[in-house]
């Protein structure tokens, strides 16, 4: 056996794979995959991103995207590059550029450029160099875009109108993209489909539910190192991603106490066994508070007012204003900072001590390292598969947006199964019928 | 003290209440609920429908139905006395037939008679009779109708045509009504609006998820008191319902194992710790096995053949099609019939011997008592709300079929909530600001 | 397929059996397993007393027991009647008193003569007739006794002090049993080894914390089809019976509260995520409460004073003392009995009504059938192995009381497994070597 | 409020504290306690040891120990100089050796000098120093000795036997130690009482399942970003140990399979739900496999040669033997390093990778922090108690090892729930007579 320390510097060198992967020319995402484990990446059943790359090497046999020009504007991270390979395997032409510069990993870039694919991106590039690369990347005259955050579609639309009617389709992954493509919708100003990937059932599970669950508690123990069996810990707010921590947090033996506005939420949390409580009656027993909200405000002075000494305060909301910290800075005498990794001890007047996690950010990312590579498998999954329907059906869809398919889900679902190793069962013929006989009431 | 041995020999004749219910009009709710009791109702937190007792309380009030007629075609029990008596706190004027004469309880036919409500039904008459019973429903020339299984609107468009001007809606609480419904609409016979009342997401917690979760093992216990601990249960169907079966047979101790036929409920069930398989090889290590698909044969002489002597084997899907107990008869060279209450014993050539609960029809229904009346509390309290919306907006509806308003949702919810003693929290000013201005986009 | 019912009628004709078995003198036991069908036996992977069986058929072929007489006064049972088929399988002549008359199943006695054991038993006999037969059992001159509660032995000890010399040891099966045989070894009044085998591991998982567990819930559930998902219910002691008891009803929905008197209790379940609160602040605030902690007055006058209406009590200790009835019944002004099975509905004098299951005796067996035949299974499997051991050891044993042989419990584990199917893992000799080395310090 | 980094730099100046203890000497501890914050405490409910602060301040004012001597072997960290402030509060004269130079923190034992405790160590001394310091230790003439390993009792009984007469008793935390003076004690050469403090049931639960359960995931999580979801784990052994890591495994929403070699052990987990295989059975179908039985080569040559491409191999169990790391050295042609942090990648012939985390020492140690404050306050604060057991029963006890007094066990779980808040019961007048009366059996 001969050891070596690192596979990085390897990898790239090397120019093609790839035996059990059958000669297809998956050299790209094969490789990109390994890279996964310096970045980040989950070790978990032998490949990273199993769905994705089955569906690259399909694509690699298919070859559904032949001939089409793709501009995407993406974190030009390691997922994205098997995503980018996969699409390349499926006979597409590809232009990247980033949708952030502080998130480009530059050797990613780097490895993209030597198999053919045109990157258009640095870290740390300022401004107005961030739009001269989405520039270059349309200036591949794209069949196809991908976008995230509606930039390079707001481009399109505004100061490349000449290219508008060579795009016959798009997808973007980013809530507040969709917002926007919807109002373009709405003012009769989208000039053609996009696919809202951002939202999927099989996403949804294991980015709210399962990866935002697990990735909080885990941001939340490496914080603090609390025990966390025997804690009473304030959940705020049940939606999928509420639940996904008040799951966690009760699995690992803590007593889990929700907060709701919703009714119907906070029905359900008390079905499922929580104890449901206002904020304010919350606020007295708590040794851990998590907000998950979507909403700001929502732990604030009167709630502070009433905490215990030592209690620890950390939000998995997406935005930064959930806890409200400008309050807790008044009411604080003093600031121990880092009393703990990601965790600053403001002490009140009265002597309590209150522990504020990743400064009021999103805990899971600050703390931990996010969602693991299977989550970003299933997103980019259906990216890839939403990409192969657009390029059957482009010529037969009105400008507007659209969600993905309710097949792609179903097949990222069934790709996951089967890279798992998990069978299931099959209708029957008789099962067939009486399902259809019912369904249409004869 | 004083002790008296059953409640149902004094409620009947006092005329009205009732103290802390402030005088109001509530003689029959309050009444009718005391009655409960008697016929399976669950004796929860005080009352067995205090959602539905406190929309007749508001009704009694609020008077939303004043002066409109109602006639109704609905099982006849005491749980549907609470909401006819609920419809007439509201001011409404009743008229009600069997949905089924079999389910026609003459006790509380007869109260209802005595608070002035017109009830056509007997248990037990034939055909003609029942027929004739909606007939005399109908000659009230309702304003609005309530229905199960679609019958009375059905005679309404083809018999009693010349009261169709006077409809101005109605409620259908059952899946196949609905489906008759809806093909109704589509070939444009419906002529008034209906709403589809047995689906919103309070009564799919109550009913699908937590009621039949919880009445299915109940069901099982009392027909095989096994005990559960140490059981590989196998649970065919990861829907709402079955996700209910699957959690309560792993909080009895149970090891279970789901199969499916859906790839993204499939990787659910992975994803919330299950075990997944296909049924030939559950079929292999199953102690119990429910069905929970909707589909027919999810059991077949192929899986039989595989079984363990002493397997159980039991459905909770709506029909008693789940199970292909013919193919185990077929198998079967002796049955032992009532080995327990509710379980057959059938004999194998090679000698194993599979058990079959309630003959393959309902579990929960046949070997325990279906749903606590804390379910048709949800059910019913949507509905009544229902009537209210109509009465309100029954003249700015086209004809079609409605689902139930989210509001009504959330307010059942919101009732129950109260009637539980949950209090949760309420949006601040600035709260609602954020979300608003987060939704629209600007 | 020939349909009959009821098995009763027929296996008690029959002569023998019984291809399977190999052709052993099993019929007793065989037979005896089946007739469990009839009488609460549970119906589970193929035979109710699988362990207990297979011990028969390994007696049969070992014959441990050859020529050894025993005298036995237990439950004249069908469960007993497997272990008494089992020993004589092993080769001992029995002669079998009832230790209760009110227990004594008339049919299974008559069965169990019919197979050449002398049974001294019949339902509803008077004081003396009782004690005539447990004469008439020692009448055999026993080598080896069987008691349940010390009547047999204390009756040996005191009027037939003849036989003494020739009994060589016995098991006791109750607690009560055992405390009065230890004042006896106190004394030194013991003259022969007793084995209590009324607490092995097995049994303690089977029957107090799995068994009581399951059976607590099924019996509340069968008296009140009470729904539990979002109940709160109050589990008045965390012994192995209350630990059973919280962690059903956790698993059927409910937010559970632990109220406990030990420390290392409370922090135990604390720890295991339930919250923990002195009676007089759960009084306030439970929907149900589930008394099983062996003390008397747990819910007393005061606690009463506090509860919500429709707050319903149970039982699930030994004794009836743990929820003060008079106390409920003085602060009643009236009751209504039997307003559901087993459930009795006091009302109080400020209209709060609150509802006592089963009089406050042991809800399991009164309102549902009590353990399971899973459990007999494993305490009279551990029985009939402690005879085995008493008929090879007991020339080496001083008089006195003695726990059963850990290896005893180990060899009821491994059947138990054998039976459900599971195999395990075996040590290597280098771990046997690790092991044993570690354990020794060398 | 004015922000300050770092709390270390202020705290060790200052003279003393403290307004709310009162003005008791209890500078010490106090101030060490604060001192966790830096070296990994975690800071729970405002405090990292409060059960152990409360000891102390309770010392301060009853001073069990005035006047005595003790000599302490321990590893010189924040922690233990709680755990030294506490006894120095109760009226101690104190000495301390260090039990392993290697984590020796200088900085604290540099703290302790300045409050009067003669520190005798310093990090990374060699051997000769390391048994210099603990003679020196010695040289104060201990009444009471603490020791982790038994060197300093040993040196006592061989090189300072003139010391052996002022010895009145000590405790040893090590299960090391406790053999060693077991043999002492059994050849009759232990000259004191020993008090084995590493075992109790308060320190079990901390310890053994909620501390091992946690930090073990936690672990796993750190190397791997693993999400746990949907994964299945096989757990080895289902000890204390065992069952906290399964619990977790459960809690994170893996599919838990256990392998034992105990039948009883066995036989538990299926009750709880779990599944249970021989590891060459489990080795076909993990994803992740966590060794924690206390034996070694668990997961063998056999079982690697079935294991899934990508599966991942951890140890929870004390020694680094449990993998056969030297099999899997053998069976790889490659290893990857380092491919996250904690995991090495061997790749085997056929191409399978396994990644090995932590070398395969333990886990919790290696890739997380270890136990929690909590965990060691439970432990510190038993073995504080039991010094004071000690100081006030020395003269009644006759050499040999004595377990902890289960009333100190209480006391801590006692202090230990005070300290979180939580309340419990208390037996009436009445109830203490029942249960006297019953368990005496009059």
């Known amino acids: 056996m001969t050891a070596r320390t690192g596979v990085a510097l390897e990898w790239r ?39 994705l790359t089955a569906i690259g090497e399909r694509f690699g046999r298919e070859r559904p995207l032949e001939g089409l020009r793709i501009a995407a504007c993406l974190h030009v991270t390691a997922e994205t590059a098997v995503l980018m390979g996969a699409l390349k395997a499926g006979g597409a032409q590809i232009a990247l550029a980033a949708s952030n510069p502080l998130s480009t990993q530059d050797d990613v870039a780097e490895a993209l450029r030597s198999y053919d694919i045109a990157v258009h991106a640095r870290a740390g590039v300022d401004r107005a160099t961030y739009y001269r690369h989405i520039h270059q990347a349309l200036d591949l005259a794209p069949d196809l875009v991908l976008d995230d955050g509606c930039d390079l579609v707001n481009i399109l639309h505004t100061e490349r109108t000449d290219l508008l009617g060579g795009v016959s389709g798009g997808c973007e992954e980013t809530t507040t993209g969709i917002i926007r493509l919807r109002q373009m919708a709405a003012e009769g100003a989208l000039r053609f489909p996009m696919v809202a990937v951002n939202d999927t059932r099989t996403k949804r599970m294991f980015d709210n539910r399962y990866g935002t669950g697990q990735s909080t508690l885990d941001g939340i123990m490496r914080a603090t190192n609390l025990m966390l069996a025997g804690r009473t810990v ?3 707010g049940f939606g999928y991603c509420g639940r996904g921590v008040a799951e966690r947090a009760k699995g690992l033996g803590a007593r889990v106490i929700v907060t709701e506005i919703d009714p119907v939420k906070a029905l359900d949390a008390s079905l499922q066994g929580y104890e449901v409580r206002p904020m304010e009656s919350a606020a007295l027993v708590g040794d851990l508070f998590i907000t998950v909200t979507g909403n700001r405000d929502v732990i604030r002075a009167e709630h502070l007012a009433l905490m215990r000494d030592g209690a620890i305060l950390a939000n998995a909301g997406h935005f930064d204003v959930e806890i409200d910290v400008r309050a807790l800075e008044e009411m604080a005498v003093s600031l ?39 989550v970003m498998d299933m997103s980019f ?25 309710e097949d792609i889900d179903v097949e990222v679902a069934r790709l996951k199964l089967a890279a798992t190793g998990i069978e299931i069962d099959r209708l029957t013929a008789d099962q067939e019928d009486y399902l259809h006989s019912w369904r249409t009431g004869s």
């Open 381 to 405: 999954s259906a990216q890839a598969l939403a990409v192969a329907w657009l390029a059957a059906e482009r010529l037969n869809l009105a400008p507007g947006v659209y969600d993905v398919p």
């Open 13 to 51: 060198d090397g120019p093609t794979v790839t035996g059990d992967h059958g000669g297809l020319d998956l050299a790209v995402p094969y490789r990109m995959e390994e890279r996964l484990w310096e970045s980040g990446g989950s070790p978990g059943a032998g490949r990273a991103m199993p769905v």
């Open 234 to 236: 304030i959940v705020a």
């Open 336 to 374: 121990n900072q880092g009393v703990r990794p990601n965790t600053d001890e403001y002490v009140l007047a009265d002597g309590r001590r209150l522990l504020l996690l990743a400064e009021g950010r999103l805990v899971n990312l600050t703390a931990a390292e996010g969602h693991p590579a299977a």
